[in-house]
T-cell receptor, first 116, second 111 residues
Framework: AQSVTQLGSHVSVSEGALVLLRCNYSSSVPPYLFWYVQYPNQGLQLLLKYTTGATLVKGINGFEAEFKKSETSFHLTKPSAHMSDAAEYFCAVSHVIMNRDDKIIFGKGTRLHILP | DVKVTQSSRYLVKRTGEKVFLECVQDMDHENMFWYRQDPGLGLRLIYFSYDVKMKEKGDIPEGYSVSREKKERFSLILESASTNQTSMYLC??????????FGPGTRLTVT
């Protein structure tokens, strides 16, 4: 069975500081991994995804994430936080061989607060 | 760009009413999903559909039903709304069971 754990339901960083949002997954087969962002009163927007190939993936708005198989992690980073990054972030996992009963599994989300 | 639209952004209904939430996608995706989102609980899958007239129960289907008569449209039905169904409802579509594209959400309040 697959699962996703996001460490920290709330994370606060100062404007200009490094953003690090942690995600660990559990999957018995090679995973597809995703990060989504949700701004207040909006739907989820795909930030980036890992499927195969390069383990460091770059997404929109300057975010990137690195797939580390040995650590079963897919942490999201951004070198310098901006006030507009304040939002809720969701990590999600699916796996390569999907059948009708398989779904994407979402973490419970991490709310990112940017301090001026 | 993929576009997923939902019929209402905000909705207020009374207990016992029948409620229809509509979702339309314009990218010919096979798969469509309905989630509800509540603070501290993340996204919970209510129902999904991988083809017209097909539906599968998600993790919390009780109190809900769905309809998919056309490929682009997936409706969520609350047969008799209750206060514990007050929530944000999110529709999504995908070309396969990979990344999903979300609509803007419907914030439903049942009084």
């Amino acid at each position: 069975a697959q699962s996703v754990t996001q460490l920290g339901s709330h994370v606060s960083v100062s404007e200009g500081a490094l953003v690090l949002l942690r995600c660990n997954y559990s999957s018995s087969v090679p995973p597809y991994l995703f990060w989504y962002v949700q701004y207040p009163n909006q739907g989820l927007q795909l930030l980036l995804k890992y499927t195969t190939g390069a383990t460091l993936v770059k997404g929109i708005n300057g975010f990137e994430a690195e797939f580390k198989k040995s650590e079963t992690s897919f942490h999201l980073t951004k070198p310098s936080a901006h006030m507009s990054d304040a939002a809720e972030y969701f990590c999600a996992v699916s796996h390569v061989i999907m059948n009708r009963d398989d779904k994407i599994i979402f973490g419970k989300g991490t709310r990112l607060h940017i301090l001026p | 760009d993929v576009k997923v639209t939902q019929s209402s952004r905000y909705l207020v209904k009374r207990t016992g009413e029948k409620v229809f939430l509509e979702c339309v996608q314009d990218m010919d995706h096979e798969n469509m999903f309905w989630y509800r989102q509540d603070p501290g609980l993340g996204l919970r899958l209510i129902y999904f559909s991988y083809d017209v007239k097909m539906k599968e129960k998600g993790d919390i289907p009780e109190g809900y039903s769905v309809s998919r008569e056309k490929k682009e449209r997936f409706s969520l039905i609350l047969e008799s709304a209750s206060t514990n169904q007050t929530s944000m409802y999110l529709c999504a579509s995908s070309p396969a069971f990979y990344e999903q594209y979300f609509g803007p959400g419907t914030r439903l309040t049942v009084t």
